[in-house]
């Protein structure tokens, strides 16, 4: 906890310091905001501020399901899940700067730069996510064996790893369309979708696959691939509702 905070303080700092070398602060460090800001900001923050509550409340009750599985299966789940964000941490920043593009091309009303931004993004993605598919498969023992190397621990991973890599390929494309839909203005339609697919539906098939299904600690990880492939349909799909500068920038 205390390397956590030391680290946020450290990321602020070199953060704050960058922004005042590239002059964001010459007008004054504190400045009120107007209406104009604020009319601009809002419906931004709240599809950001819907979007991330509906997510946390999904994973909250999808966590206290994979907690009731017991000790060693929530074990596995937990290292399991933190090998699948190697993927999803990597794959988060290229997310990130296919929305900053998005949102720039959207302010240009630039469509053609916007289109071949999406295009680019769509071939990173899915490469980024097909290999990393192939990497967590293939190396699934050793890369376990580096947490536990209980050997009962290593038994159950065997099934869940598969689940590991095939969730990098939906949930990579996930990040990159809702990068794009982001910056695109479209974070309405990101939250909407995230809290049926996530708030809702998810624990629905978390339970369905757990306690009827009797599937165990892998009734934990389909939901989140069905979840993950759900939402890059329909990310994708909203994303290629985008045609032309008047979808753009309305």
Same mark, same amino acid.
């Given at each position: 906890?205390?390397?956590?905070?030391?680290?946020?303080?450290?990321?602020?700092?070199?953060?704050?310091?960058?922004?005042?070398?590239?002059?964001?602060?010459?007008?004054?460090?504190?400045?009120?905001?107007?209406?104009?800001?604020?009319?601009?900001?809002?419906?931004?923050?709240?599809?950001?501020?819907?979007?991330?509550?509906?997510?946390?409340?999904?994973?909250?009750?999808?966590?206290?399901?994979?907690?009731?599985?017991?000790?060693?299966?929530?074990?596995?789940?937990?290292?399991?899940?933190?090998?699948?964000?190697?993927?999803?941490?990597?794959?988060?920043?290229?997310?990130?700067?296919?929305?900053?593009?998005?949102?720039?091309?959207?302010?240009?009303?630039?469509?053609? !730069? %916007? *289109?071949?931004? #999406?295009?680019? @993004?769509? =071939?990173?993605?899915?490469?980024?996510?097909?290999?990393?598919?192939?990497?967590?498969?293939?190396?699934?023992?050793?890369?376990?064996?580096?947490?536990?190397?209980?050997?009962?621990?290593?038994?159950?991973?065997?099934?869940?790893?598969?689940?590991?890599?095939?969730?990098?390929?939906?949930?990579?494309?996930?990040?990159?369309?809702?990068?794009?839909?982001?910056?695109?203005?479209?974070?309405?339609?990101?939250?909407?979708?995230?809290?049926?697919?996530?708030?809702?539906?998810?624990?629905?098939?978390?339970?369905?696959?757990?306690?009827?299904?009797?599937?165990?600690?892998?009734?934990?990880?389909?939901?989140?691939?069905?979840?993950?492939?759900?939402?890059?349909?329909?990310? !994708? %799909? *909203?994303?290629? #509702?985008?045609? @032309?500068? =008047?979808?753009?920038?309305?």
């Amino acid at each position: 906890a205390i390397s956590t905070i030391i680290g946020s303080l450290c990321t602020l700092g070199i953060t704050v310091w960058i922004m005042k070398q590239e002059g964001f602060f010459s007008d004054g460090l504190l400045q009120l905001p107007d209406k104009i800001f604020w009319r601009e900001f809002m419906p931004v923050f709240g599809g950001v501020f819907s979007e991330l509550g509906a997510e946390r409340i999904g994973m909250l009750a999808y966590g206290w399901m994979t907690a009731r599985l017991g000790t060693l299966p929530y074990a596995v789940h937990s290292i399991c899940y933190n090998i699948c964000d190697f993927s999803y941490d990597f794959i988060f920043g290229f997310g990130k700067a296919n929305m900053v593009l998005a949102g720039q091309m959207r302010g240009a009303a630039d469509y053609a !730069t %916007w *289109k071949r931004c #999406r295009s680019i @993004g769509f =071939k990173w993605g899915l490469g980024l996510s097909v290999a990393s598919f192939i990497i967590l498969y293939a190396a699934r023992v050793p890369i376990f064996s580096v947490y536990s190397q209980d050997a009962q621990a290593l038994a159950l991973s065997e099934t869940v790893m598969f689940w590991v890599a095939a969730v990098c390929i939906p949930q990579g494309h996930t990040i990159i369309t809702a990068g794009i839909l982001r910056g695109s203005g479209q974070t309405t339609a990101v939250a909407v979708y995230s809290f049926v697919l996530i708030t809702v539906l998810r624990p629905l098939m978390t339970a369905f696959f757990i306690y009827y299904c009797k599937l165990g600690i892998v009734g934990a990880w389909v939901p989140m691939f069905l979840d993950q492939s759900l939402r890059s349909l329909c990310f !994708t %799909w *909203k994303v290629m #509702r985008i045609r @032309g500068l =008047k979808d753009l920038i309305k």
